[in-house]
């Protein structure tokens, strides 16, 4: 995924996210399905990871994340997308990198009510609209010794079959969530932190083909 930007660089992610506003495209009905445009609707846990490099940009600097997953569960309908847990950091585990370093914490997990909407439209070539909503991160800035900045809100991304030739990382024949250029908003933190940052990355998106064993190696697809 490409270079993080931000100071304050929280993840998409994900912020992983990131992450991650705009409503679906329009009414259609939405079904997501184990696989294929044919194969049974999946409901149950998913797993999303970072395609690459996150990059998150400000007015203030810029970083990336190198690693990021988020695990959750969707209903077959495409409601009540939940994120559970959300982590976003740098190669190794450490503190994402850029003009400055940052250490992103998430918060006030889980993250419900989001959804993923099939789209017959086919906005910037997706397959459905994914919002991942009431997240919230903090990043601790490695700037003017160190400053707090929290950022929150819905993040809204298309979401693309693993089939799609639009899809942003076509070395990966998964569905794919991608953020591209999403604007956030500061939700809490020092004066210094910047009022918004822009997101950019894209997630590899996985269900399990048995449920509850954690091993995420189902292909899922999106119709309507």
Do not use: H
Not at 93 to 103: D, H, I, Q, Y
Not at 139 to 167: E, S, Y
């Amino acid at each position: 995924m490409a270079r993080i930007r931000q100071t304050a660089v929280i993840g998409t992610a994900a912020l992983a996210v990131l992450a991650l506003g705009a409503a679906p495209a329009s009414a259609a009905t939405t079904t997501v399905r184990a696989g294929s445009a044919t194969a049974a609707p999946y409901a149950g846990d998913v797993k999303a990871s970072l395609l690459g490099v996150a990059t998150v940009s400000t007015v203030i600097g810029n970083g990336s994340c190198d690693e990021s997953t988020m695990t959750g569960s969707v209903n077959s309908d495409g409601t009540n997308l939940t994120i559970d847990d959300a982590t976003f950091s740098g190669a190794g585990g450490g503190p994402c990198t850029g003009t400055t370093s940052s250490t992103i914490t998430v918060q006030n997990l889980p993250w419900t009510g989001g959804s993923v909407a099939y789209d017959p439209n086919g906005t910037n070539g997706r397959d459905a609209s994914v919002t991942i909503a009431n997240f919230r991160v903090q990043a601790v800035v490695d700037l003017f010794g160190g400053i707090t900045c929290v950022f929150g809100g819905n993040l809204t991304a298309d979401g693309f079959n693993g089939n799609n030739p639009d899809r942003p990382d076509t070395t990966s024949g998964e569905a794919q969530v991608g953020v591209d250029g999403a604007t956030v908003s500061k939700q809490g933190g020092s004066w210094l932190c910047p009022s918004t940052a822009t997101v950019t990355a894209t997630y590899e998106l996985l269900g399990e083909s048995t449920p509850g064993s954690g091993t995420f190696d189902q292909s899922l697809y999106v119709t309507g």
